[in-house]
């Protein structure tokens, strides 16, 4: 496989494969919250793009962030802090990184924000990064649509509540737990082709 081709999307209810309880081959992604200057990972280089955006913005205006309740000026080398899930797979020489970034809306629904709310999932754009064992150019595709829920920041832990990914053949798929329940039309997946 040299890279990504073809990109496609269903919902959970078309897919085939076992529920993520009863498939091991689901895996939980890790999450990674950065400070507001990241440490050099690749998930953070991944969304480089998106932190210097962000970061753009904010110094457009008065350059100030809420870092844990305190404002804050944003060093001219600094981000603002953000969170991201992540899992990474190999196959037949490349390595595969899939990921989520945490937004500010328009680019993720956050859901309804009340005390009667049940959905605790966001609905974000994920990204996945081919890079090949041979050491050509890696390669990054960008889809809408990835369910994200980030376990530690629950009020309570909730168990099997979670994103996941998985890796079969030429598909890698993202789908989110709740309760250990499937969210509904929740799973994306990237279809791998040589």
């Known amino acids: 496989m040299a890279g990504v081709i073809g990109l496609t999307s269903a919902p959970a209810s078309s ?8 498939d091991p081959a689901w895996i939980p992604m890790q999450e990674l ?8 990972n690749v998930v953070v280089r991944i969304w480089q793009d998106v932190l210097q955006a962000e970061a753009d913005t904010i110094r457009s ?3 100030q ?9 944003l060093p001219d080398d600094g981000f603002r802090p953000s969170d991201f899930l992540w899992a990474r797979f190999e196959a037949e020489g490349a390595e595969y990184i899939v990921s989520i970034m ?19 999932h966001s609905v974000c754009p994920a990204r996945l990064t081919t890079i090949p064992k041979d050491g050509s150019n890696a390669t990054t595709v960008e889809q809408p649509g ?4 980030w376990p ?8 099997n509540t979670g994103s996941f990914a998985k890796m079969e053949g030429d598909i890698i798929s993202l789908e989110a737990m709740q309760n250990g329940t ?10 791998l082709e040589e």
């Open 15 to 22: 897919q085939e494969g076992g529920s993520i309880p009863d």
């Open 33 to 40: 919250t950065t400070g507001i200057k990241p440490p050099d």
């Open 61 to 63: 205006g008065d350059g």
């Open 65 to 73: 962030i809420y870092v844990r309740g305190e404002r804050t000026t």
């Open 102 to 120: 945490g937004q500010r809306p328009p680019a993720c629904d956050n859901g309804p924000n009340s005390a009667t709310a049940t959905t605790i």
């Open 146 to 149: 990835a369910c994200a829920i």
């Open 152 to 159: 530690s920041q629950a009020v309570e832990p909730e168990p």
């Open 182 to 191: 499937p969210v509904p039309d929740c799973r994306l997946t990237f279809s």
